[in-house]
T-cell receptor
Framework: KQEVTQIPAALSVPEGENLVLNCSFT??????LQWFRQDPGKGLTSLLL?????REQTSGRLNASLDKSSGRSTLYIAASQPGDSATYLC??????????FGKGTSLLVTP | DTGVSQDPRHKITKRGQNVTFRCDPI?????LYWYRQTLGQGPEFLTY????????KSRLLSDRFSAERPKGSFSTLEIQRTEQGDSAMYLC???????????FGQGTRLTVV
């Protein structure tokens, strides 16, 4: 069974800092990995999707990397802003239909 | 198309009552998924439809839960005889092969009192 772990569980940084969120998974035979953002009481917003054959994806200030062999992905956020405050979820898809989620990292960016 | 739509956004019900939620996926997406998320946890998979066919169900989907997608468009998730443990956010997602990016709705927050 795929286990997805996200570290840290919570993070507080001052505005402007660059930061890294970590995601690890136990079964490296993944199909893809997707990062989501979730605001309190809201649904999930897709940020980046990395296929198993890719090493990284970039969107604006976000960069996600994937190292399948070591079972790790990182989400890099450059020049953080208070509007980045949210919970960030990592989800892994293996050969089945379901996404396997971590518990998320709760990010607070203070002005 | 504005994305995946879920209704209602919030539902408060008394224990023992039945509730039904609706999900409208992105219009060209033929794959639809239901997930449940409790506080402080990541979403957990409940069930999956390809068009109108329900192809996979999680063991989390007890006999009190039933999902349908009668015409391969919108889907409904019904919970019978609700229990306090059913209180959670119920999320719907859709995808369209060959693209595999999943798009989620805003969820339905269920509170059983």
């Amino acid at each position: 069974k795929q286990e997805v772990t996200q570290i840290p569980a919570a993070l507080s940084v001052p505005e402007g800092e660059n930061l890294v969120l970590n995601c690890s998974f136990t079964d490296s035979a993944i199909y893809n990995l997707q990062w989501f953002r979730q605001d309190p009481g809201k649904g999930l917003t897709s940020l980046l999707l990395i296929q198993s054959s890719q090493r990284e994806q970039t969107s604006g200030r976000l960069n996600a990397s994937l190292d399948k062999s070591s079972g790790r992905s990182t989400l890099y956020i450059a020049a953080s802003q208070p509007g980045d405050s949210a919970t960030y979820l990592c989800a892994v898809k293996n050969s089945g239909y379901a996404l396997n989620f971590g518990k998320g990292t709760s990010l607070l960016v203070t002005p | 198309d504005t994305g995946v739509s879920q209704d209602p956004r919030h539902k408060i019900t008394k224990r023992g009552q039945n509730v039904t939620f609706r999900c409208d996926p992105i219009s060209e997406h033929n794959r639809l998924y239901w997930y449940r998320q409790t506080l402080g946890q990541g979403p957990e998979f409940l069930t999956y439809f390809q068009n109108e066919a329900q192809l996979e169900k999680s063991r989390l989907l007890s006999d009190r839960f039933s999902a349908e997608r009668p015409k391969g468009s919108f889907s409904t998730l019904e919970i019978q005889r609700t229990e306090q443990g059913d209180s959670a956010m119920y999320l719907c997602a859709s995808t369209q092969p060959p693209k595999t990016e999943a798009f989620f709705g805003q969820g339905t927050r269920l509170t059983v009192v």
